[in-house]
């Protein structure tokens, strides 16, 4: 039982590269979500999706894409990278609805030069 | 705006004292919160759920409790071991669900 899984586990940009961060699942959970971790900033919420074909911004949604063409994946795109992404990432899902518990990837660690 | 403090960044007890976290939040009416567990170099994992109705909710050495009219949540780890050594964070909302920073707790032997 694999749960989340996050892809690569580190990564080193120069800026103004993209990049795609991948998300997997395989518990059909319906809600999916990106947060950055930064020191003493604690997790942010970055985009979710409730469900294939629904995303929505979350608190720091500049400079990031995503999209949810299936119910397992969420990529996190970076169009332009910048040093200020620099960060780690995690993703998370859960199933729909009220009192559900989030389940987290062991995150992927970015660095923009 | 809303925000979620957590009192402290880092707290250090002595193993098997009682560790306690505060979580409190503001502008926010939220349903539940929960308690999240988050070791060097992981994801967090999800420990506890409380509901607004639920004044304490327990769990083996874990003990949550919530008031809503001070808007607070403290976190209980009783008989406390090196293993428990984390940070802990508490979090709120559904499908915008907002952390707190985390506190950093070191149960030292």
């Known amino acids: 039982n694999a749960g989340v899984t996050q892809t690569p586990k580190f990564q080193v940009l120069k800026t103004g590269q993209s990049m795609t961060l991948q998300c997997a699942q395989d518990?059909?959970?319906?809600?999916m979500s990106w947060y950055r971790q930064d020191p003493g900033m604690g997790l942010r919420l970055i985009h979710y999706?409730?469900?294939?074909?629904?995303?929505d911004q979350g608190e720091v949604p500049n400079g990031y894409n995503v999209s949810r063409s299936t119910t397992e994946d969420f990529p996190l795109r970076l169009l332009s990278a910048a040093p200020s992404q620099t960060s780690v990432y995690f993703c998370?899902?859960?199933?729909?609805?009220?009192?559900?518990?989030?389940?987290f990837g062991d995150g992927t660690r970015l660095s923009i030069l | 705006s809303q925000k979620i403090e957590q009192n402290s960044e880092a707290l250090n007890i002595q193993e098997g004292k009682t560790a306690t976290l505060t979580c409190n939040y503001t502008?926010?009416?939220?349903?539940?919160l929960q308690w999240y567990r988050q070791d060097p170099g992981r994801g967090p994992v999800f420990l506890l759920l409380?509901?607004?109705?639920?004044k304490e909710k327990r769990k083996e050495r874990l003990k949550v409790t919530f008031d809503t009219t001070l808007k607070q949540s403290l976190f209980h780890i009783t008989a406390s071991q090196p293993a428990d050594s984390a940070t802990y964070l508490c979090?709120?909302?559904?499908?915008?669900?907002?952390f707190g920073a985390g506190t950093r707790l070191t149960v030292k032997p």
């Open positions: 998370a899902s859960s199933r729909a609805g009220e009192y559900q518990p989030q389940h």
């Open positions: 518990m059909n959970h319906e809600y």
């Open positions: 999706s409730v469900g294939a074909g629904i995303t």
């Open positions: 502008n926010y009416s939220p349903a539940y």
């Open positions: 409380i509901r607004e109705n639920e």
């Open positions: 979090a709120l909302g559904d499908n915008d669900m907002r």
